[in-house]
């Protein structure tokens, strides 16, 4: 890409100012937001304008775009080193702020007509930059050398009405999401990612998800954004030989965040009205947390909860401002002095936005007794309560996110441990059962030839039987000698004795033969029982193994109830500061109302001594008036002069003590 880069700060948040063409065309009369600078913007706005209260100002941003500044420079400028960083393991957010109508849309999502290419937002062009990346990096010697394949993967996410709603999933299939943190990172738990297989894959993901958005009419906006928007690029790193085995090597994510209004000038009513309040009161919430990361930031020693949890939008937002990847802000402003009012907030937001620099916020836990000890004062008690609010509803998130990881393990380990007995089971099984049939067919076999050779070696016995008889032997194989008619004995012809000799091998042959053949059967009876006992062997092996998985899930399910006991134990502390919390309330409001009764007396008093004072003075002044009967004597003319009255002034009462009035008891 030919595109030069610009250096995005990591330190701090950046913030970049973007004014939109007034829509009454350039009138100099009413225009009351001015580019002094690349850097400087000035608002000049009198009270004879609109009628309102005046503003004027300087405020200071990292980069000014005014009206004429086209779409491929500001995404140069502000998005494309956020693009460049993912391949680095940089995690990227970048969000539009301003009140409505300001041009926050138009500078997120483009023109809608999709044959203009120079109108892409930054989102379209951030797709396309993606995948340029990709392909570049793929076309590299050392990427081809180390086997990677990068692929990107497209989710988007509405905050309506502070619910969270799935974009790219069907209305009647949209389930129940919500902001889970996971490794020190923000995740929607169920929220759907599709793989975008290329540019236009990817954009057409994204038209459609911007055409679920929630959009509606009002006085100011005719195509006015009713819920906040998030889109989120993950850029995934796996290896060619190995797809299943692949990591996260960064995330983009760009709000579309809905305008500020005010009721004054919308006069929106119903379904309007609740989505305004709900919008303003989410946007409320992003100041505050800005606001008490900058005085985290200047007050190291007294730190405030930042409230992440009030809002759906802050909650997400939660990672990138604690320090976990680069943050832009994109304020849209608009010049006109009707809207200058609320301009003026969304710029002192912006101010407040670039002082902020995010860090990891690291709650330092104080080991308390059940007196808590260290808190002097309400607000600490307060405070106290909300950080171990958070802390317990960290634990528990924490706590279920690890009880479903061991289930979610447990349950895969139970169901591969299965799979693989089930496997070796039926394996042996078979090996066993090949092994017996070959002994069945080798015993049938030689059972056969047992048989065989029985009948064979009886049929030679009764051949060798008749043969003997017919050649004159005796039962012990002796040759019977006939004598001849004469008396003298007859000696037997050669071919007999040979006929002899030859059934003796035969009935010898006959023999051993039986005798391999039960040889053979006894052999194959002991190699059954060898299989029967390696057989009895597996099972008990396999009876250990599911007596020490079962041993690992019970480890792991008194760990679960460790951490259960452990929040049992957080939450009665908690009920004790609750309740110490709401006795200091009441003895507090006995002390005030004690004070206030104590100054009502005092008051009362000093009434009546001012009362007595006056009488006693106004007394004094007319006997001094009045002359004596000396003093007549003496002439008219020393009668005429008055006597010098000296009159002491009052002491201030001592303060009284406390006195006690018990009410006084009927007689009845």
Known sequence: MQTEYC???????????????????????????????????????????????????????DRIFDADTPQSQLFATTTLPLVAGLFEGVNALIFAYGVTNA????????????????????????????????????????????????????????????????????????????????AGEMNVRGLTEIEATGPDHGLALVRAARRNLQVGQTRLNADSSRSHGAFCLTLVRSDASDLSLYETVGRLTVCDLAGSERLGRTQNTGARLKEGANINQSLVVLGRCLETLRWNQRHPSAQHVVPYREAKITRLF???????????????????????????????????????????????????????????????????????HAQLAECRAAARAREQEVRSSLSRM?????????????????????????????????????WRSQVQFHAVQDRSKNSIQNVGLTADGESRVEPDPQGHPTELPPVQIEELNRLRQANLQLQRMVYASRQQAQQCRHNHQSCCEALNQEQIKMKRFVSASKQT???????????????????????????????????LEKSI?????????????????????????????????????????????????PLPVTVAEPEEPAPKKRRWFWPSIPWW
Not at 23 to 33: H, K, R, T, V, W
Not at 600 to 606: D, I, S
């Open 7 to 61: 250096n995005v700060h990591g330190d701090r948040i950046n913030v970049y100012l973007r004014i939109r063409p007034l829509q009454n065309g350039p009138d100099s009369d009413s225009l009351a937001l001015y580019k002094r600078s690349e850097t400087c913007a000035e608002v000049i706005h009198g009270s004879d304008v609109s009628g309102g209260t005046g503003h004027q100002g300087k405020y200071y941003f």
């Open 103 to 182: 041009g926050k849309t138009h500078t997120v999502h483009g023109a809608t007509d999709q044959s203009d290419a120079d109108s892409e937002g930054l989102l379209p062009r951030s797709v396309r930059a993606l995948f340029q990346f990709i392909e570049s990096r793929a076309g590299s010697s050392t990427a081809a050398e180390d086997g990677e394949k990068y692929s990107v993967f497209v989710s988007c996410l509405e905050m309506y009405n502070e619910r969270l709603v799935d974009l790219l999933c069907e209305p009647r299939e949209r389930k129940d999401l919500r902001i889970v943190e996971e």
């Open 318 to 388: 939660q990672s990138a401002f604690k320090g976990r990847g680069k943050t832009v802000m994109l304020l849209n402003a608009s010049p006109g002095a009707q809207e200058m009012d609320e301009t003026v907030n969304a710029l002192r937001y912006s101010s407040v936005a670039r002082e902020v620099q995010p860090t990891s916020a690291l709650m330092t836990q104080r080991s308390r007794g059940n007196d808590a000890s260290g808190i002097t004062t309400l607000p600490q008690a307060l405070s106290e309560i909300q950080l171990l």
């Open 414 to 450: 139970w169901l591969n441990c299965v799979r693989q007995m089930n496997d070796v089971t039926f394996c042996e099984l078979e090996a066993v059962r090949k092994m017996g049939k070959e002994l069945m067919d080798s015993v049938v076999h030689s059972r056969d030839n047992y």
């Open 553 to 587: 899930i019970d480890e792991q399910r008194r760990a679960l109830e460790r951490a259960e006991r452990i929040c049992i134990d957080r939450e009665g502390k908690l009920a004790v500061l609750k309740n110490q919390h709401a006795q200091d309330m009441i003895q």
């Open 593 to 641: 109302q004690r004070g206030k009764e104590e100054k009502a007396a005092a008051r009362a008093e000093r009434e009546h001594m001012r009362s007595e004072n006056a009488n006693l003075r106004a007394l004094l002044l007319t006997v001094a008036r009045k002359p004596s009967k000396r003093k007549r004597d003496e002439g008219h003319e020393n009668m005429q002069q």
